[in-house]
Nanobody, 125 residues
Framework: QLQASGGGLVQAGGSLRLSCAASGRTFSRYAVGWFRQAPGKERESVAAISWSGGSTYYVDSVKGRFTISRDNAKNSVYLQMNSLKPEDTAVYYC????????????????????WGQGTLVTVSS
């Protein structure tokens, strides 16, 4: 089970840190992705990280502003979001999938078996 948290209301230019915590399983062999879905839009991949932490992905619109990281000892993955913009407003979901490769991650929602419930991020202008 995955639990996403850390969302909230923030002004443009502000920061938030999302957390994705796993319970009931060891997170250390799971690639994790963060996705977001804004009202009326399709779900999009925002960032992803391999289980080793050595490989990461960012969608172009968040590069230089968002940082994905993980602490396998704490069964947690984080998304640090800085310089937030109104267009970052969305429900953010974390997802996880086990994989043998330490460099594997996916940007496709269908690749992930486990999903968190979502946390709402609202950025006001």
């Amino acid at each position: 089970q995955l639990q996403a948290s850390g969302g909230g209301l923030v002004q443009a230019g502000g920061s938030l840190r999302l957390s994705c915590a796993a319970s009931g399983r060891t997170f250390s062999r799971y690639a994790v992705g963060w996705f977001r879905q804004a009202p009326g839009k399709e779900r999009e991949s925002v960032a992803a990280i391999s289980w080793s932490g050595g490989s990461t992905y960012y969608v172009d619109s968040v590069k230089g502003r968002f940082t994905i990281s993980r602490d396998n000892a704490k069964n947690s993955v984080y998304l640090q979001m800085n310089s937030l913009k109104p267009e970052d407003t969305a429900v953010y979901y974390c997802a996880a999938d086990v994989h043998y490769s330490s460099s594997y991650y996916s940007t496709k929602a269908a690749s992930y078996e486990y999903w968190g419930q979502g946390t709402l991020v609202t950025v006001s202008s």
